[in-house]
């Protein structure tokens, strides 16, 4: 089974600042199985890019998703105050799929 | 509008079982392999289980491997997890989602599922 970690646990920072979040796989993932999710307090998670690049329906282009191999990267430029959450990378690979721990971005 | 809404969460003691239910509208159901998702309280996302668009095909998380089996009903657009043996760390929120190409486009809202004597 393939392990995704993600760094950091926290990014703390300010408002139109841009955060970087990493998500690095125990093995190789193929580019189109690896997916960034956003979640807020008290809602399920909202897709935000598909196929490690591929903005979901709806979705900002303030969001940006790179990488490949066992590592990904999902770049917010321009923090809005409604982008402060916690973020998910997630892979699909020998009918599995499986979840990074998340890294919670917090207004500093 | 694509619309997932989860039932069937209950309080329930560790050994006993559990139906829940995924009612999906907004989309044509039968296209779509769907998936259930957990998440246990202050704790990250978990995949539990998905099916083929027709039924044909399930995968489980290691995890619940032989206690929960999903299953849907192409006729009701209905998607459903049964849960036997439960036992404390499943305890968690269950969502619904929808799959789009490997990732999840659409979820429910969750249903809460405690295992507590």
């Known amino acids: 089974e393939i392990v995704l970690t993600q760094s950091p646990g926290t990014l703390s920072l300010s408002p139109g600042e841009s955060a970087a979040l990493s998500c690095r796989a125990s093995?190789?993932?193929?580019?189109?199985?690896l997916a960034w999710y956003q979640q807020k307090p008290g809602q399920a998670p909202r897709l935000l890019i598909y196929g490690t690049s591929s903005r979901a329906t709806g979705i900002p282009d303030r969001f940006t998703g790179s990488g490949s191999g066992t590592d990904f990267t999902l770049t917010i430029s321009r923090l809005e105050p409604e982008d402060f959450a916690m973020y998910y990378c997630?892979?699909?690979?020998?009918?599995?799929?499986?979840f990074g721990q998340g890294t919670k971005v917090e207004i500093k | 509008e694509v619309q997932l809404l989860e039932s069937g969460g209950d309080l329930v003691q560790p050994g006993g079982s559990l139906r829940l239910s995924c009612a999906a509208s907004g989309f044509t159901f039968s296209n779509y392999a769907m998936s259930w998702v957990r998440q246990a309280p202050g704790k990250g996302l978990e995949w539990v289980s998905l099916i083929t668009s027709g039924g044909d095909y399930t995968y489980y998380a290691d995890s619940v491997k032989g206690r929960f089996t999903i299953s849907r009903d192409n006729s009701k657009n209905t998607l459903y997890l049964q849960m036997n043996s439960l036992r404390a760390e499943d305890t968690a929120i269950y969502y619904c989602?929808?799959?789009?190409?490997?990732?999840?486009?659409?979820w429910g809202q969750g249903t809460l599922v405690t295992v507590s004597s």
């Open positions: 989602a929808k799959l789009h190409v490997s990732s999840f486009d659409y």
């Open positions: 997630q892979q699909y690979g020998s009918s599995k799929w499986t």
């Open positions: 093995q190789s993932v193929s580019s189109t199985y």
